[in-house]
Structure formats: structure tokens, C-alpha cells
């Protein structure tokens, strides 16, 4: 059974850093794409960064370009969201999945989802 477990959020001062990280199981990963969604109150479910397990390409949405990455460590079975130069608008809920789609930006294209974990910044 696949399984996505996100930690790593938390309060953070506008201009500071944060890393998420999602830890995979179950799966056969190489086969995916992994992707950082994040959503806010009362806003829509947003794809953030999104990376090819196999081959490396990646995606990334044009509010977060030059901040954010999304590093994966193969033998750790993890994709990271590294967050910096925060704003208060990056406040939400993130959420890791997994879908079979190359770099698909859709909500519909990722199968698995993790839990969620809430990043809050303070301006």
C-alpha cells in the first residue's frame, strides 16, 4: 500500500526558510511523478513543484520560481519542498502525492496523497 507521510511545517517569520520533507512507502516510486500541492483557506488545491522521480525534470509554479525546490534523495525514498525567502502569502496547508502523469499539474493527475502539514508565515 502506498503511502505518503509529510513533516517539517510549521510557524516561520516572512524572508525565513523551511523545509518539508515526504517520506514514501509502498510504492514503486520510480515510476512517478512526486508533487507539492499546497492549499489555503477557502482557495483551490494548487500544484507548487512537481518532479519526474526517474530523470530528475521538474516543475515549478511561477509564485514560487527562484524560492522554492524540490530536491528527492533515491535512496532515501523522500522529496523535499525547500521553502525560502517566505511571504505571508505561502501560508497554507502543503500536501505531497504521487501520480503516474509526467509532471501532471492537475489535482486529478496524483493518485496518493499524504496527510497534509500546515505552514504558517508571519509577516
Known amino acids: 500500500q502506498v503511502q505518503l507521510v509529510e513533516s517539517g511545517g510549521g510557524l516561520v517569520q516572512a524572508g525565513g526558510s523551511l523545509r518539508l520533507s515526504c517520506a514514501t512507502s509502498?510504492?514503486?516510486?520510480?515510476?512517478?511523478?512526486m508533487g507539492w500541492f499546497r492549499q489555503a483557506p477557502g482557495k483551490e488545491r494548487d500544484l507548487v513543484a512537481a518532479?519526474?522521480?526517474?530523470?530528475?525534470?521538474?516543475y515549478y509554479a511561477d509564485s514560487v520560481k527562484g524560492r522554492f525546490t524540490i530536491p528527492r534523495d533515491n535512496a532515501k525514498n523522500t522529496v523535499d519542498l525547500q521553502m525560502n525567502s517566505l511571504k505571508h502569502e505561502d501560508t497554507a496547508v502543503y500536501y505531497c502525492?504521487?501520480?503516474?502523469?509526467?509532471?501532471?499539474?492537475?489535482?486529478?493527475?496524483?493518485?496518493?496523497w499524504g496527510q497534509g502539514t500546515q505552514v504558517t508565515v508571519s509577516s
Open positions: 502525492a504521487a501520480g503516474r502523469l509526467t509532471l501532471g499539474p492537475r489535482r486529478s493527475d496524483y493518485t496518493y
Open positions: 509502498g510504492g514503486t516510486f520510480s515510476i512517478y511523478t
Open positions: 518532479i519526474r522521480w526517474t530523470g530528475g525534470s521538474t
